[in-house]
């Protein structure tokens, strides 16, 4: 089974450039995450999916993130424009369904992450 | 403060060696403790979990969980080489909840 893909694996640009991640989850997975992991920090989540739908936004900095899962299956989160501060790693994960297990934890399986530098 | 607090390391052993890893929490409400290894330049793997209090063993691991000192520990027996990564601890209030990560904590296993 492949595991959650992410692309670009670096991404380097300059401070007030747009940039996207993109993210495709496990197979059957329909819980999808967005994680930002600060150098030296534990993952903060900034966005969670259930499907289509985003159940939990309540960390993404609105004014210049935003994500979309339209089909309910990978999922792209845009910085416009970056700053500095947005270095960082920016980590996707996924769990699978409710209706099979681990039902009570929601395993979560991450991706490789995306590295972002903002020069 | 920080809600679940941990030890950033780094904690250098020599190969064999015990490894005590461990953290703190705040948050009554956690129910649910993870243990996360994260090897350079990539993500998180789901170790161990427990639920509530109590001990859980597999292979060289054991995850305990303290709920009345609000304190978890991952024990690694006979260390190798490769368990050199990041541990981080991470818990949750319920199944599918949010999940808080601690900082983690740089382990290196000299051989």
């Known amino acids: 089974e492949a595991g959650v893909v992410q692309s670009p694996r670096y991404k380097i640009i300059e401070k007030k450039q747009p940039v996207a991640f993109w993210c495709n989850p496990i197979?059957?997975?329909?819980?999808l995450y967005w994680y930002r992991q600060n150098l030296g920090q534990g993952p903060e989540l900034l966005i969670r999916?259930?499907?289509?739908?985003?159940?939990?936004d309540s960390q993404l900095p609105k004014d210049r993130f935003s994500a979309e899962r339209l089909k309910g299956v990978d999922s792209t989160l845009k910085i416009q424009p970056a700053e500095l501060g947005d270095s960082a790693v920016y980590l996707c994960?996924?769990?699978?369904?409710?209706?099979?297990?681990?039902?009570?934890?929601?395993?979560?399986?991450f991706g490789p992450g995306t590295r972002l530098t903002v020069t | 403060q920080k809600e679940v607090e941990q030890d950033p390391g780094p904690l250098s052993v020599p190969e064999g060696a015990i490894v005590s890893l461990n953290c703190t929490y705040s948050?009554?409400?956690?129910?649910?403790f993870m243990w996360y290894r994260q090897y350079s330049r990539k993500g998180p793997e789901l170790l161990m979990y427990t639920y509530s209090s109590g001990n859980k063993e597999d292979g060289r691991f054991t995850a305990q969980v303290d709920k009345s000192s609000k304190y978890i520990s991952l024990f690694i027996r006979d260390s190798q080489p490769s368990d050199s990564a990041t541990y981080l601890c991470a818990m949750s209030s319920g199944g599918y909840q949010k999940v808080t990560f601690g900082t983690g904590t740089k382990l290196q296993v000299i051989p």
């Open positions: 948050n009554s409400a956690f129910q649910y």
């Open positions: 999916y259930e499907n289509e739908e985003a159940v939990d």
């Open positions: 994960a996924s769990s699978p369904p409710r209706d099979r297990g681990p039902r009570l934890l929601g395993e979560q399986y």
């Open positions: 197979s059957g997975h329909n819980t």
